[in-house]
């Protein structure tokens, strides 16, 4: 079974819990003649709205690319956890406003034998479903399925509430509706709002693991020929499309055809290992006793003794036109990054006399 066949599956098992506990509560409604509880069945029916925004996203998502999209569609599986999200988060806010309003006007709840059943098996069909969507959506890394589970739990938490304030209200004739139905609708919206970061995270454009990165960059280091690794950067499109880019030094006598075949191997085994699509690019190191390796000597001796400079890279010199090149990454606390180039710039210029200086500030995107 494939991830996208195992959250429709999830989903569809949430439609049928739903559906299967409406009817429930539709029969017992009307054996009881209580339109309370028909009318509950019926916001079970809307509950399952969650499990189908799911399964439409999902499918969406298993669009190909096409012109307009070249990534593909999977970052519509975001757009699913988000109207998740809203919809949770505006339960939570319609419930504050009937809690206040409860206690502002507090009425006297009536239970019976009947509706305490219902309550029963409503918390626990709730509790199994959302446990269950929740914990698949967990390890299939849906964001849709975890809300959709979460939003099953907030309703048995709500009903448990409910059984919890009918059980104050019978042994001591005390109504805690509206202050319970207040406290839970409170967790229910900071609940919300914490499902909107993930996806909205991911469509910004959210920084990878350091645990990731880390393995990448101890992987490519495994390869004959690199001598260090840098400028990772990485690009979420949907749950199983990464694109990335990084770049990689090498030695400045390697030809052309051993370098392809280096950053083939690379790419060839992120791919096959990590399902990354990556861009290798190419640092040359300078090698032997010349100009050229002097100058790279003096450049990045110099530059890495500053505090506020955590990594130098990408040194070339353009001997015909007299000129060096060189990227630094600037600590996050540096401010003025032209300030800083222009400093580095004229340091590097008394150290290298004859050589146009250009100092490039470079960012570090995944560390």
Known sequence: MTRSQKIIRASIIGIAAN?????????????????A????????????????????????????????????????????AITIAVIV????????????????????????????VVIVVAIMVKLVLGLFVKRQGEQLKSDALIASGSDALFDALITLATLFSAGIMLLWNVSLDGILSALISAVIIKAGFEMLVSPVNELLGTRFSPELVRDIKQEVMA?????????????????????????INVDDTMNAHDIHGLTRRI??????????????????????????????????????KHKEIVQVHGFYNFEEEHRLSVD??????????????SQLTDEIKALVPGEDVTILIDHNYSE
């Open 223 to 247: 390869f004959d020929g690199v001598q260090g690794v840098y400028d990772i950067i990485l690009h979420n499109y949907g749950p199983n499309v990464v694109i990335g880019s990084l770049h």
């Open 267 to 304: 790419s060839e085994h992120l791919y096959a290992s990590r399902g990354i699509i990556m861009t290798i690019g190419i640092y040359a190191v300078a090698t032997g006793h010349n100009r050229r390796a002097e100058l790279q000597s003096i450049v990045m001796q110099a530059l890495s």
């Open 19 to 35: 559906v299967l506990l409406a009817a429930f509560k539709a029969g017992v409604g009307v054996l009881a003649n209580s339109v």
């Open 89 to 116: 988060l505006s339960a939570g806010v319609t419930s504050m406003i009937e809690s206040v309003r409860k206690m502002i006007e507090p009425t006297e709840p009536e239970y019976t034998t009947v509706t305490l």
């Open 37 to 80: 509880i028909v009318m509950d069945a019926v916001n079970n029916l809307s509950d399952a709205l969650s499990s189908v925004i799911t399964i439409i996203g999902t499918k969406l998502s298993e669009r190909p690319a096409d012109r307009e999209h070249p990534f593909g569609h999977g970052r519509i599986e975001y757009f699913s």
């Open 328 to 341: 630094v990454v600037p600590d996050i606390s540096v401010r003025d990054e032209a300030a800083l180039a």
